[in-house]
């Protein structure tokens, strides 16, 4: 009988790999805990000041320029550019449709306007 070790890990390298991104899992959900729980207190313009400072997209600028380099940071900036409007129809459709369909029915609506956007957007830019 054999013993399949492709999950083993044998080298200090694929560590290095997954404990990169298991910070960066962190990071991430440390980032929306603070939302959430700034949101569930009341304080909505400090829930959305925390979702929308550049924390998230900052930290991703540095992880990318220094496993990456130059060209793939800006490259990365450019889409976020270019992901901007059906974010704003995103958000936009959860102010309007919340009060009138209810949480789940807007949350659906803006996450399909948001998804028919970026297709849009895909088409336009390529």
């Not at 929308?52 to 900036?77: D, E, H, K, Q, R």
């Not at 059906?86 to 609506?109: E, N, R, S």
Request: aromatic share 16%; hydrophobic share 50%; with cysteine.
């Amino acid at each position: 009988m054999t013993c399949d070790n492709s999950y083993k890990v044998t080298t200090g390298e694929t560590m290095t790999e997954w404990s990169k991104y298991i910070l960066y899992f962190f990071i991430g959900g440390t980032l929306v805990s603070v939302s959430t729980y700034l949101g569930s207190q009341g304080k909505g313009f400090l829930a959305a000041l925390a979702s929308t400072l550049p924390v998230i997209s900052g930290v991703t600028f540095i992880l990318v320029y220094l496993n990456a380099g130059s060209a793939p940071t800006v490259s990365f900036a450019k889409n976020l550019i270019w992901l901007s409007p059906p974010w704003f129809v995103y958000v936009g459709t959860m102010i309007a449709a919340v009060p009138k369909l209810g949480f789940w029915p807007a949350y659906g609506l803006a996450l399909t306007l948001y998804a028919v956007g970026v297709g849009v957007t895909r088409l336009f830019i390529h």
